[in-house]
Nanobody, 126 residues
Framework: QVQLVESGGGLVQAGGSLRLSCAAS????????VGWFRQAPGKEREFVGE????????YYADSVKGRFTISRDNAENMVFLQMNSLKPEETAVYYC???????????????????WGQGTQVTVSS
C-alpha cells in the first residue's frame, strides 16, 4: 500500500528550469528504485530517468542526459527531478513510479513499476 504524489509542475519558458518532487509513503521506500516518466498530449508515455535505492546510481534517457538530474532524500521519502534547459516539446504530464522489486532497476520498462503518482503538468512555452 504505497502512495506517490508528484508536485512542482507549472508553466516555464523554453530554456528555463523546473524542479519536480515525488513524495512517497511506506517504510521500505529506501529499498526501491524510482523512475520518472512523462506523457505529452497524443503521445505514448516515455521514460525519463531512474534513480536507485540509495541515490548513488542514476540512468537517463538520451534525450534528457546532461540537462535533467534525479536525486532523492530517503529520510524524507522524497525523490526529485531537476529539469534544466527545458524545450517546448517536453511539455507533458510527469509521473514518478516505484519499481516493483526491492534493490532492482528496471529502466524504461513500465511494467516493472507497480505504483504511480497522479502526475504533475509541466508546460514549456515557446
Amino acid at each position: 500500500q504505497v502512495q506517490l504524489v508528484e508536485s512542482g509542475g507549472g508553466l516555464v519558458q523554453a530554456g528555463g528550469s523546473l524542479r519536480l518532487s515525488c513524495a512517497a509513503s511506506g517504510r521500505t521506500f529506501s529499498s526501491y528504485a524510482v523512475g520518472w516518466f512523462r506523457q505529452a498530449p497524443g503521445k505514448e508515455r516515455e521514460f525519463v530517468g531512474e534513480i536507485n535505492w540509495t541515490g548513488g546510481s542514476t540512468y537517463y534517457a538520451d534525450s534528457v542526459k546532461g540537462r535533467f538530474t534525479i536525486s532523492r532524500d530517503n529520510a524524507e521519502n522524497m525523490v526529485f527531478l531537476q529539469m534544466n534547459s527545458l524545450k517546448p516539446e517536453e511539455t507533458a504530464v510527469y509521473y514518478c513510479a516505484k519499481n516493483s522489486r526491492r534493490y532492482y532497476m528496471a529502466g524504461s520498462v513500465e511494467s516493472e513499476y507497480d505504483y504511480w503518482g497522479q502526475g504533475t503538468q509541466v508546460t514549456v512555452s515557446s
